[in-house]
């Protein structure tokens, strides 16, 4: 993605350290975070220093990476008990998203066989192919979903689903980059999406840094816009999606997508089929991230000083709830784009596009 004129990766490998931008601070600083072990790139993870599906899952990838190359001694069992724990500590820094699993698994099924020193010869290269196949997946779907849109549409995206949430492209702004760069002209309802504010903090970020022209709207206001006419489509990503067609994704989406079929709007997912998870049979079945009530009752920006500031929005015996993301019913979703194509969110059309992924 292009930040200042300057092609940047949301996270990246060197040495034994992992960089990523740090998107706590965004849009405010543009700053660099770098992770010098697994635990610390851990943390990055579950404190939304990177976030976002694809994104977390690279990241994932790297910190299993760095476990390997830090690890100390000769014994197989006890590396093989110490790559367990990285993965562990990973791999439960957050729960709904599908491709933090997928991405350590592809790591630690293809290093395990090997012996300590393979492995940590192979470690980095299988986490930066990971990373590279990521941004390639991300590539495609931009393609595919390039062709559903039409010059001069309005569109409604929630959350932030573009290059931060991913290593490059996006999933659902990855065709509307793709639109831009084939000389559509498109605009972007942006969802603040709060409580932590990825479309007005991240979303509109990225969209101005290539000029792509958006606004941003209050969560409550998306109904409006599309009962007026100004919508043509609305496009999110996924966090986690269930063999029914069941798609998680960060909280909100789901009363967006009642609201586009009450309004004759197309509502369409991106994601890589990294997303699909086997083991979901229904949404019921995904896990949904409980956050800190903080993050509601709690509100951060920038002051007259240029400094990041933290302010309470609510009153001090109030207290939140904060569930970071809900199920959107296959009923509710018009077609899901895919590195594979665009396809139909029916059980038999998922399995076989998931089938063709798990036989590569
Ligand atoms: O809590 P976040 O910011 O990690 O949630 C991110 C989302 O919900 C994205 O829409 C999803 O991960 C798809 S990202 C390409």
Redesign the pocket.
Known sequence: MLINNINYRTVWMQDTSVYMINQQLLPHKFEIYRSENYIETANAIKT?II??????GAAGAYGLAQGALQFEGENFDDFKKHIGEAYEALDSA?PT?NDLNYALNFVKSKMISLNIADSKMRAFELAREYADWSAEVCRQIGEHGNKLIKNNQNILT?????AL??VDF???LSPVRMAHYSKKNVFVYVDETRP?N?GSSLTAWELAQEKIPHSIIADNAAGHFMKNGKIDFAI????RIAMNGDVA??IG?YEKAVLAKENSIPFYV??PLS?FDINSKTGDDIPI?ERSEDEVLYISGIDEHNKIKKIRIAPAESTAKNP??DVTPTRYITRIITEKGVIKPIKEEIERFVKINISK
Do not use: L
Request: hydrophobic letters at 40%.
């Open positions: 939304m976030r976002g599906a694809p994104a977390i957050r998203a929630h959350c932030n689903a573009g949430a991913c996006g999933t659902a932590r990825q999110v990503g996924a966090d994704n960060k989406t991106a994601a997303t991230e970071a993301f």
